[in-house]
Structures are given as structure tokens and as C-alpha cells.
């Protein structure tokens, strides 16, 4: 973790992640209060430097506990028992080595990545390279969402309308673009790149 005062989303969900990993209730360490949402956790670190942003010196608490500690003796002790008892534990680094080995795409992803293949597929066979050919927009959406249900069993005419929408952008190298006919449909075709 960084040496930075304040920690970015990103550093607190991972920060999060690991300290539930380790086995910590998502309750203030301190009370035991139970969280009723997210704006109620505060990460506080058990040396009270702030810039010491390593997962052994977080712990969850509430407002009140996190201003009260600098004052209580009692919470400080228990703080630093805490962070000799984390320091002694190996959770960090098999927390880390275990996010290594997950190198493998999601179920969702994979879909997401085929359906997305699937769709490019299909525009390029119905308007080849080179071809002044244009395919309705309704039609592409509606037969690629049943080809990648068919495909994959898996696919919504909005996230197919996400992937047109990616190789319609106006992205210099977007194979295609979408326009309006004469009679007020819209289409896709190939896009007329300058050579």
C-alpha cells in the first residue's frame, strides 16, 4: 500500500477484502458496533500513522471509537496487541498470493468476452472489408442476441447494444459506424476510413 494520507476507493475496497479475509468482523474492533452501511466503517490504523497503509495496521471502526482512541490508554494497548498479532500472521501474503493464482476470467467475463467476439463475427461476415453492403440496426441487435443465447446461453439485446456500440464508436480504428437511412432507420456499415 501507498504512504498517502488519504486512501483512494480503489485502496479501501482492497483494503476491505483483505481485513474480511483475515477473519475480522465487519464491526468496529473497538465497541463491536455492527455496521448498518458503508459511510459507518472507518479504517483505522493501529499505530495512528497515517500513512502506514498496510493491511496488519487496519482495522475496522466507528467515528466515535476512531476520534476516541487518541485519548484511551485502554484502546491504544489493545490496539497494539492487535497489530503484533496481525504482524504474526501470514493472511496478507496468502491473501495476495491467492489473487495471483486467480488469473482465470470470471464465468461473466468469459461470456461477456464471447458474446462480444460473437457480435464482431457477425458484422464482418453480413458486411465483409471493403463492402459498401448495410445491415439495419434492429435486425443485427435482434439475431445477435439469439445467435449469442444460442452460443453461450447467455445474452441481452442491452449488452449486444453494448458491444455495437463499441464497434460503432467513433474510435479511429471502430470497423463500423451506425447512420440514418433515407427512410429514417438506422443502419450499420462499414466505415469509410481515408487511405
Known amino acids: ?24 468482523e465487519y464491526c468496529c474492533f473497538y465497541c463491536h458496533y455492527d455496521f448498518k452501511n ?16 498496510e493491511p496488519d495496521n487496519i482495522v475496522f471502526t466507528c467515528r466515535n471509537c476512531n476520534v476516541k482512541k487518541q485519548h484511551d490508554h485502554v484502546m491504544r494497548m489493545k ?9 504474526s500472521l501470514e493472511y496478507v501474503r ?4 491467492l489473487q495471483k493464482l486467480q488469473k ?15 457480435t464482431e463475427q457477425w458484422l464482418n461476415e453480413k ?27 447467455h445474452g441481452s439485446q442491452q449488452s449486444i447494444r453494448y458491444y455495437i456500440d463499441y464497434l460503432t464508436s467513433s474510435a479511429p480504428k471502430a ?14 456499415r462499414r466505415k469509410q476510413h481515408d487511405n
Open 1 to 24: 500500500m501507498s504512504k498517502r494520507l488519504h486512501l483512494t476507493p480503489n485502496q479501501r475496497r482492497q483494503l476491505t477484502d483483505i481485513i474480511l479475509a483475515r477473519g475480522d
Open 38 to 53: 458503508v459511510r459507518e466503517c472507518w479504517l483505522e490504523h493501529l499505530d495512528d500513522d497515517r500513512t502506514h497503509n
Open 79 to 87: 490496539a497494539e496487541e492487535k497489530l503484533r498479532h496481525n504482524e
Open 94 to 97: 496468502d491473501w495476495i498470493e
Open 104 to 118: 482465470e476470467p470470471s464465468e461473466a467475463v468469459a461470456i461477456n468476452l464471447s458474446n462480444c467476439e460473437i
Open 127 to 153: 458486411i465483409p472489408l471493403g463492402s459498401t453492403k448495410t445491415v439495419l440496426l434492429k435486425t443485427a441487435l435482434d439475431t445477435i442476441t439469439f445467435e449469442c443465447k444460442d452460443r453461450t446461453g
Open 175 to 188: 470497423p463500423f459506424e451506425i447512420f440514418k437511412g433515407e427512410d429514417n432507420k438506422r443502419y450499420i
